[in-house]
């Protein structure tokens, strides 16, 4: 992640040097509420423009808490 011309570079916080350093990919996250449908299509985009991704995809949407809750509720 290069700055563009004239621009700074932005900093994190590193708490095993204690220190500021340069950000990188592996600094950000993108966080959703449920990729099911379109979470491979985010990734192959991203991994078109150059980003490296990595997606770690759960039970999706069944193992949602509020949609236990209602399929207990419903149980009862």
Known sequence: MEPGE???PM???????????PLSYRDIVILLRAAAGWGETMME?????????YAEQSGGYFSATEI???LSLLRV
């Not at 900093?11 to 350093?21: A, C, E, I, P, Q």
Request: hydrophobic share 40%.
């Open 68 to 70: 236990e809750v209602m």
């Open 11 to 21: 900093l994190v916080y590193d708490k095993k040097t204690g220190g500021m350093r």
């Open 45 to 53: 985009v991203l991994r078109e423009a150059g980003i490296p991704v």
């Open 6 to 8: 004239g621009e700074q």
